[in-house]
């Protein structure tokens, strides 16, 4: 199957633009005066997760930084620009930290493929497969070792925000915040907690070590 030229995607912009504004008259004027998004998404790159699709919201619903296998690495501004620009100006009141079972970049590092200047990217998933190596290498097989690494992914970057500053002032204010680690299904569509809402009253729940 032929992948669509940029005309036909702007083609296909134009329809799109026209069926949602005779669905919603006014709706791109309103979406341009303002923008109040009550969450932030923080996820993967992968083509396959569509961050508004996904939880079937319309633009202007959920702000979103993505990148490869949904990092918090406290080095990366743009993450932590986005971060902050979401919790102290948007006053956004839920982050979720989606990862997804398939994911390339956790494979990677599992199994050790070379994957260019992405490499020194994932470290700090390879960083995490050797905090649980043996918990790993109990499960049966590769298929269940990489999605039980996705889910300690996205454990270890939700620990990681969380012990940003951002999110401490947020909640030493007093603003109504909640984090929630989820993992997205390839296979089935489905998102699925991986703990509890994380809040200010009980961000020591349970997260990986290390």
């Not at 902050?84 to 009141?93: G, M």
């Not at 940003?164 to 989820?182: C, F, K, N």
Request: glycine share 6%; charged share 25%.
């Amino acid at each position: 199957m032929t992948a669509p030229d940029i005309n036909d995607l702007l083609a296909r912009n134009a329809a799109w633009a026209r069926k949602v504004e005779e669905s919603s008259p006014g709706f791109f004027k309103g979406l341009a005066a303002q923008q109040a998004p009550k969450y932030l998404w923080i996820g993967c790159a992968d083509s396959r997760v569509p961050a508004n699709e996904v939880v079937g919201l319309a633009p202007g619903e959920l702000f979103v930084h993505r990148n490869v296998a949904n990092l918090v690495q406290l080095a990366d501004l743009n993450c932590l620009s986005v971060v902050q620009f979401a919790v102290d100006r948007l006053q956004i009141e839920h982050i979720l930290v989606c990862g997804h079972y398939g994911c390339s970049g956790v494979r990677a590092a599992l199994t050790g493929d070379r994957i260019g200047l992405a490499e020194h990217w994932i470290r700090p998933v390879r960083d995490t497969m050797d905090d649980y190596r043996d918990e790993l290498a109990a499960l049966p097989d590769d298929d269940a070792r990489a999605d039980r690494l996705c889910e300690l992914n996205v454990l270890r970057q939700t620990r990681n925000l969380i012990h940003t500053q951002t999110i401490q002032d947020a909640w030493a204010r007093g603003q109504a915040l909640s984090l929630h680690p989820v993992i997205y299904g390839l296979k089935d569509g489905r998102l699925r907690e991986l703990t509890q809402p994380i809040t200010a009253d009980n961000q020591n729940v349970i997260l990986p070590k290390g």
